[in-house]
């Protein structure tokens, strides 16, 4: 079982930068690919980005390529979204999620772990 614990997230105004921390449990975080998603009132859940378990490869949605870099860190078992030049339609709760079996990661049905979801609002 692995547990993700996320920190982060609150309210920005326009074009600032947050950052959104994810811990997980287990021995064997190296191993995990990991992504992020996000979902806004009333839509579906969407890919976000994600980071290869060895976190030499890295994926984002159109939406934001180039504002968002997703990092993970195997020596402290967390992966990172730092979230810059923010915009009101960035506004979601934001998951965290962990697949234990493959490498590499984009699709939500593919991953096996998920965390709480947690609040990004960005203000005009």
């Known amino acids: 079982q692995v547990q993700l614990v996320k920190s982060g997230g609150g309210l920005v105004q326009a074009g600032g930068s947050l950052r959104l921390s994810c811990a997980a449990s287990?021995?064997?975080?190296?191993?995990?690919?990991m992504g992020w998603f996000r979902q806004a009132p009333g839509k579906e859940r969407e890919f976000v980005a994600a980071?290869?378990?060895?976190?030499?490869?890295?994926y984002y949605a159109d939406s934001v390529k180039g504002r968002f870099t997703i990092s993970k860190d195997n020596a402290k078992n967390t992966v990172y979204l730092q979230m810059n030049s923010l915009k009101p339609e960035d506004t979601a709760v934001y998951y965290c999620?962990?697949?234990?079996?493959?490498?590499?990661?984009?699709?939500?049905?593919?991953?096996?772990?998920w965390g709480q979801g947690t609040q990004v609002t960005v203000s005009s």
């Open positions: 999620a962990a697949d234990t079996r493959k490498w590499f990661v984009t699709q939500r049905s593919e991953y096996d772990y």
């Open positions: 287990g021995r064997t975080f190296s191993n995990y690919a």
């Open positions: 980071v290869s378990s060895s976190a030499g490869t890295t």
